[in-house]
């Protein structure tokens, strides 16, 4: 059966995408693995930093996109077809990871958060995305859900299809704050699923410090995360810290497209390698 992991804060620009891609690319690439990418946040920049944006358009334009999805709950349809809309062998790594598949956003998907907000058990928009997981039967090893920085009803049906969640956090004040409320928030949206179905569970893989630099503040927040982890007050950190770097913030670019996966990850490439590593083992 599929992992499913959903990348989660509800601090933006923490690189939630951004891990979420590059564990993407690094699991497919290195360890052979079958990823799917599911990109749930109208800002799509998981798309766009796995496919062109004609292609994205393209795709948005046959309505091939997680939109479609939400939006036949909302009319009545059933226009979605997620064998369709999957888009296969992406990245800009050679001519595109054959291992590795995205199911896109688009930006249309913020029309539907307003006819979609309120999360309602009693009409099941939330078994939504989890549904398709038996049309897709067991196709890939990885399914990596990117969310966007809120617990909306769309980041919900991720988080219900998720066995799995990482915190990517940056080192910083705002960020730890934010931990404790994201945690908190997490447990208790399981709680009210686990009213309508007893058997579900999420759990924390854990805890990302991204962004990292070797100077204060980083380094005495990072000193107090590890003890709050070690004390078990929050979930297990990642012995992988990634630091700021350039090489990873110009993954952005989706044209500058490499041969091979340590020429797109140059230097980081092993530390890359290794939080992946420890995600395997966790899971
Ligand atoms: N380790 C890193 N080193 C340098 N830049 C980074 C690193 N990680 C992420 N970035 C940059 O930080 C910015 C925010 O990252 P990203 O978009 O992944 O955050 P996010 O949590 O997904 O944000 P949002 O909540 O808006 O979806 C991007 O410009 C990205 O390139
Ligand atoms: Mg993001």
Known sequence: MAKVISFINLKGGVGKTTLLVTTAEVLACEHNKKVLVIDLDPQTNATVLLISQERWKKANENNRTIHQLFLDKVEGTTAFDINKSIIK?????????SNLDLLPSSIDLIDIYDKVSGLNYNNNLIKILKEQLEI???????ILVDCPPNLGAITMCGIYMSQYYIIPVIADTLSTYGLNQVIRKINEKA????RIEDT????????????????????SIKAGLELKSKNREIPKLFETVIYNRSTISNICDYSESENTIRGKYKKEFSTIDNLVKEIIERC
């Open 89 to 97: 062998g992406v990245s800009n790594i050679g001519d595109g990871i």
């Open 191 to 194: 709680r009210e699923i686990k």
């Open 200 to 219: 579900y569970s999420i759990k924390p893989l854990g805890i990302v410090i991204n962004r990292y630099r070797d100077n204060k503040p980083y380094t």
């Open 136 to 142: 897709l039967d067991n196709q890939y090893d990885y």
